[in-house]
């Protein structure tokens, strides 16, 4: 996509980067109190260790397909996250024939994409599958006091030609730290705009 068209679907979340590592430089130099130890395995089997956060005030905002429900965890409320691959597969290629035309034009390039879904461990044990709703950062220092940080996200895609293998993405999160009891009562949960609470 060019011009405005990509700028559009990278406001709305439909763009996903090809790389969800990359070293950073967040805002402030304080790690928040609710950071916890923890250890990253990446899709190459590569591991990284040190502080995980979120998004000061964020959460993991996931949908649960069987409630038809939105849930936010904290990382507080987890011990495990799986990001798992549900779909792989090679797409062509395209660009607008010109800015402002509805009309594609194929490239004859290809490159991967993958879809992924999301596996919590809750502090207690408990282990549950969602979709999940939108790409969020987590941030990590290292112990050498370097930031990193990832990306959990719907899907991405490959650069032309690049290999299912070459794409970066954080595969697990285990943390090592204790962890505080989650209740199924206190989860956040949020119905979709325009829909009710299915009884």
Known sequence: MHGLSFILASILGLVSPVVADVESKPTGNVVPS?????????????????KVYLTRGKRLRVWDPRQRRYRDFSISQLSRIEVRVTRERI?????????????????GRTYTR???????????????????A?????????PQGKRRRFLIQPFMKGEVGQQRSQLVYPKEILFTTPREPVKESVLQE??????????
């Open 34 to 50: 609710d950071a916890r130890q923890a250890k990253i395995t990446l899709a190459s089997g590569a591991t990284v260790a040190g």
């Open 91 to 107: 797409e062509k290629e395209w660009r607008f024939k010109e800015e402002g035309s509805d009309e594609k034009v194929f490239t």
């Open 114 to 132: 993958l879809d992924f879904d999301l596996r919590l461990t809750l502090a207690h044990g408990r282990r549950l599958d969602f979709k999940i």
């Open 134 to 142: 939108k790409g969020t950062p987590v941030y990590m220092e290292t």
């Open 190 to 199: 949020q119905a979709p705009r325009g829909q009710g609470r299915t009884k």
